[in-house]
């Protein structure tokens, strides 16, 4: 059974960081892309960030570029978001995902590209 399960969400005020974990188990994690996805009610789930299966390739949705670095630690079957800088506008639940065993991924940016999630890590960015 694939679980993946986030983890380091909180309360920061603005201009402070955070790091957000995802554990992965149940998956050959460390030979697929994984990404960072976040959500805000009534919004459709926004593309973070995305790292390839060595960690050699990352993507950024403009909005964090700069500010968040995405990681990976195949040995640990773990990944990472290092969120510097935060703004209000980054408040939001966080997602981390994972392709289907079999599936290769096209577009990084792409919730539909991901069949597994995890349940989410609340971010909240006090001004």
């Known amino acids: 059974q694939v679980q993946l399960v986030e983890s380091g969400g909180g309360l920061v005020q603005v201009g402070g960081s955070l790091r957000l974990s995802c554990a992965v188990s149940?998956?050959?994690?460390?030979?697929?892309?994984m990404g960072w996805f976040r959500q805000t009610p009534g919004k459709e789930r926004e593309f973070v960030a995305a790292?390839?299966?060595?960690?050699?390739?990352?993507y950024y949705a403009d909005s964090v570029k700069g500010r968040f670095t995405i990681s990976r630690a195949n040995a640990k079957n773990t990944m990472y978001l290092q969120m510097n800088s935060l703004k209000p506008e980054d408040t939001a639940i966080y997602y981390c995902?994972?392709?289907?065993?079999?599936?290769?991924?096209?577009?990084?940016?792409?919730?539909?590209?991901?069949?597994?999630w995890g349940q989410g890590t609340q971010v909240t960015v006090s001004s």
């Open positions: 995902a994972a392709p289907g065993l079999g599936r290769s991924t096209t577009d990084q940016a792409k919730p539909s590209e991901y069949d597994y």
């Open positions: 790292i390839s299966w060595s960690g050699l390739s990352t």
């Open positions: 149940g998956h050959t994690f460390s030979t697929y892309t």
